[in-house]
């Protein structure tokens, strides 16, 4: 079992920055691909970017490539989403997963992840 709690998210004003962080409870964190998700009102969930287990690969989705940047400390349990030049179009609800598929390197469907965060709003103004 894998607990999952964000924080991090808030209100912040375009072109600002955020870190979100998602601490895990259980000893078998370094087991999982990690995701970040996001849902804003009237969409469906979609991928952010993914990291894998030890560390070492990282994946994105194009909409947030060269501002976002995801990384993990396994030691702690947490994984990290550190968003720059935020713009309106990233503001939702953030979610973190941990994912039991292989591959780093696709955009997953959200099939293959067995825990998933609360999630943490992130609002940006404009």
């Known amino acids: 079992q894998v607990q999952l709690v964000e924080s991090g998210g808030g209100l912040v004003q375009a072109g600002g920055s955020l870190r979100l962080s998602c601490a895990a409870s259980g000893r078998t964190f370094s087991n999982y691909v990690m995701d970040w998700f996001r849902q804003a009102p009237g969409n469906e969930r979609e991928f952010v970017a993914a990291?894998?287990?030890?560390?070492?690969?990282?994946y994105y989705a194009d909409s947030v490539k060269g501002r976002f940047t995801i990384s993990r400390d396994n030691a702690k349990n947490t994984v990290y989403l550190q968003m720059n030049s935020l713009k309106p179009t990233d503001t939702a609800v953030y979610y973190c997963?941990?994912?039991?598929?292989?591959?780093?390197?696709?955009?997953?469907?959200?099939?293959?992840?067995?825990?998933w965060g609360q999630g943490t709003q992130v609002t940006v103004s404009s």
């Open positions: 997963a941990a994912d039991r598929r292989i591959a780093v390197f696709t955009v997953p469907s959200g099939a293959s992840v067995d825990y």
């Open positions: 990291i894998s287990r030890s560390g070492t690969s990282t």
